[in-house]
């Protein structure tokens, strides 16, 4: 099992990143998708969460309107959209898969980092 996030970096207040979370090893479409985030000292907390065929999104109120969550199940990926980026969302990113049915198995990507700066 893996999940693989990329697409963060560094980026102006006010600017954008798309994290992108490459799934194997599992069955995606019967997985809901989340993105966590964690910044330095702080605990990790919920961003977005997608339903397992993506009907239904879930957004943390700070990010409400800034952040969108998708996914596509044919390439086992799902994806966050950035939008107008604040100091305060720099953190690492992570992605997380649940199952929906089944043993209500979970698993964690590594992170990616997300700076934002000027």
């Known amino acids: 099992v893996q999940l693989t996030e990329s697409g963060g970096g560094l980026v102006q207040p006010g600017g954008s990143l798309r994290l992108s979370c490459a799934a194997a090893g599992f069955t995606f479409n019967t997985y809901e998708m989340n993105w966590y985030r964690q910044a330095q000292g702080k605990e990790r907390e919920l961003v977005a969460a997608?339903?397992?065929?993506?009907?239904?999104?879930h957004y943390a109120d700070s990010v409400k309107g800034r952040f969108t969550i998708s996914r596509d199940n044919a390439k086992k990926t799902v994806y966050l959209q950035m939008n107008s980026l604040k100091r305060e969302d720099t953190a690492v990113y992570y992605c997380?898969?649940?199952?929906?049915?089944?043993?209500?198995?979970?698993?964690w990507g590594q992170g990616t980092q997300v700076t934002v700066s000027s």
């Open positions: 997380k898969a649940d199952e929906v049915t089944g043993r209500g198995r979970k698993y």
């Open positions: 997608i339903s397992s065929v993506g009907e239904i999104t």
